[in-house]
């Protein structure tokens, strides 16, 4: 299938929190003097680093964890965000001030993003490659070690991805065999399909030709100004395939590729919520 031209995304933000306040207001800034301090956390920090042994990468992980009243932290949803040094706070932050009784892990990039995230492709200078490994680590490595640190409920595990990452959340969608995904929830945000759009088309066609179930939930978000050309008629041919037991939402937004991220995280902790 031939590719349609995607949209030019700007280049990957690399910001905390208190540095986002343009971002935060969507698309460009304002004029304002101050920023205002944001609210405490209800909720506690902690930091680890975790080597993937396949990988030989030691990755830098965040880990957010809501307070006493939301409940027994067994049972608890896990939300992983993919590029942590660039998310992690907007989605810890909103899953903090919304209550949404949520364990949110953010994973660091180290700088593999263009590797790890993608499949082998000419756009990005590190050729890409790297995504089944990466899978691996996470489903072998990364989620056992969660779940044995902080507790959470692996039947209500969650995966967050905006641009590579989204692609990351689509590829994992499709990668494992019905019933056996690592996650229940998927929430892919205006994915960068546009310059591996055929692998990824490739991705629903290995799975429809071996399974007719797919019984996980997929928000599937794009941007008017981002990658729209790429993720509308993926999402089509994905919902036209009618899998059984398969809960699919697509979610446009008008915005840029990056400013659209707030909006999409709050419907999406929103959208977590839904599943009970």
């Known amino acids: 299938m031939t590719a349609p031209s995607a949209a030019s995304s700007p280049a990957h933000r690399r910001a905390l929190l208190l540095g986002l306040p343009a971002l ?32 030989g990468v030691d990755y830098p992980l965040r880990i957010y964890l809501p307070p006493a009243s939301a409940g027994p932290r067994s049972a608890l949803p ?38 790890d995230l993608v499949p082998p492709n000419t756009c990005n200078p590190a050729g890409g490659g790297g995504q089944a490994a990466h899978l691996a680590w996470i489903r072998d490595e990364l989620l056992p070690y ?11 595990r969650a995966l967050f991805g905006h641009s590579h990452g989204g692609g990351f959340v689509l590829f994992a969608l499709l990668a494992e065999a ?63 395939r009618r899998f059984e037991a ?10 840029t590729h990056g400013g659209i991220v707030p909006r999409a995280v709050s419907d999406g902790l929103t959208w977590l919520r839904a599943a009970g």
């Open 178 to 240: 019905a019933g056996t995904q690592a996650f229940r929830h998927y929430l892919a945000c205006d994915a960068s399909l546009g310059c591996y759009y055929p692998a990824a088309m490739g991705w629903q066609e290995a799975y429809a030709a071996a399974y007719r179930a797919l019984p996980v939930r997929l928000l599937l978000s794009h941007a008017s100004e981002g990658n729209v050309l790429s993720n509308v008629p993926w999402a089509e041919a994905l919902a036209a």
């Open 78 to 115: 896990v939300l992983f965000v993919l590029d942590g040094e660039t998310w992690f706070d907007v989605v810890m932050t909103a899953a903090d001030t919304s209550r949404t009784g949520v364990i949110v892990v953010g994973i660091n990039s180290a700088s593999r993003r263009e590797i």
């Open 24 to 55: 935060l207001l969507g698309c460009g800034g304002g004029g304002g003097t101050g920023t205002p301090e944001p609210p405490p956390l209800e909720g506690t920090l902690d930091a680890r680093v975790l080597r993937a042994r396949g990988i």
């Open 246 to 255: 398969f809960d699919f939402r697509t979610q446009p937004y008008t915005g």
């Open 146 to 156: 969660v779940h044995a640190q902080f507790g959470g409920d692996p039947a209500q």
